[in-house]
């Protein structure tokens, strides 16, 4: 496995080892409250939308950062508010983006998002240079958000309008981590997103029929039964890639995976991984010849997916919205 040099230490809440405790941290036991935030639509050239949450100071000149959530999250996702809080005390700005169909409002289109969506964030990108002209832009993804990033990050190469980026517990190879998150404990999560994936879908079903969204029904009919559908191979093949113009799953993850689009970033970029990710396995994380100079690799031994949780369990501490924030004002 590569070896990050000068890596800050990360050590786990005591009690919080476990990687799965780690994990469902944040999800099932923090609780934030949700920042007055000021939501924005943004329409995109193919007619569908995202929905972004801006927080944070309101200088034209204040830096902004992207903040990119997971699979199945959200704007309010634990992860993204504490990122803004922390950010907003540094004096920075944010926008915390909303995936297709991830805000509490289905997305028009058949079409939903996906570990590839790199072409979504460039929509962001420009317009959020547009809106904030003078502003240094930034941008933070984890997991499925961190993937796309990094994707977006090597097809852009040296004309990426970024200043910095950071990506957190990375599935480099969607491949692999299909497979990884079907053994052991970690099936528990794949059943977990199981039903909220197949919830997206049937959602969006819905909304078709009330709206006699003809086309977008006959798109959803003809993945035909739904049912039974309990892994990402089986998911991906059946749903994600005939709604997103993929010919298979191998084929979404053959262009989607990040993994082989890092040697071509030229942005400074921080990758935050764990060697105990329940969803990633170790040899998925790319070696040290895979990485351009201006990308770091910090590389911790514990910490789950996107947890990171330190200090104690009475006051728990959040790596992650610490480093983060630091990182990105040092610029190295």
């Known amino acids: 496995m590569p070896k990050a040099l000068n890596t800050p230490v990360f050590r786990p809440a005591l009690g919080l080892g476990n990687p799965h405790l780690q994990t469902l941290w944040g999800p099932l036991w923090r609780k934030l409250p949700t920042p007055s935030r000021s939501r924005e639509r943004l329409w995109l050239k193919d007619g569908d939308f995202l929905d972004l949450d801006w927080y944070g100071p309101h200088r034209i000149d204040a830096p902004q950062v992207l903040l990119l959530h997971g699979l199945t999250g959200s704007s309010s996702s634990p992860y993204i508010l504490g990122l803004q809080q922390a950010l907003a005390e540094q004096g920075w700005g944010s926008v915390a983006v909303n995936w297709r169909g991830c805000s509490g409002e289905p997305n028009l289109l ?3 998002y996906h570990s590839g969506a790199s072409e979504d964030l460039a929509e962001v990108i420009t317009h959020v240079q547009a809106q904030r002209p003078v502003a240094p832009l930034y941008a933070v993804g984890y997991s499925l958000g961190g993937n796309i990033l990094l994707k977006y990050l090597g097809e852009t190469g040296t004309a990426c309008p970024l200043q910095a980026a950071v990506a957190v517990s990375v599935p480099f190879r969607l491949d692999q981590c299909a497979d990884r998150i079907g053994q052991g404990f970690s099936r528990v999560y794949q059943a977990h997103f199981m039903r909220a994936m197949l919830a997206y879908v049937k959602d969006k079903q819905r909304h078709f029929q009330r709206h006699g969204h003809q086309d977008g029904l006959r798109a959803i009919e003809r993945l035909g039964p739904l049912e039974n559908l309990r892994t990402f191979w089986d998911f991906d093949g059946k749903v994600t890639a005939p709604l997103n113009g993929f010919d298979d799953a191998h084929d979404y993850y053959r262009r989607s995976s990040s993994r082989y689009f ?71």
């Open 110 to 112: 058949p079409r939903s």
């Open 262 to 332: 890092l040697g071509e970033n030229r942005t400074p970029t921080l990758i935050i991984q764990s060697s105990d990710d329940p969803f990633v396995f170790r040899h998925s994380v790319p070696g040290s010849n895979e990485l351009p100079t201006q990308t770091r690799l910090e590389l911790h031994a514990r910490g789950g997916h996107v947890g990171f949780v330190d200090g104690s369990l009475r006051h728990p501490g959040y790596y992650l919205e610490r480093r983060i924030p630091q990182w990105l004002a040092r610029g190295v």
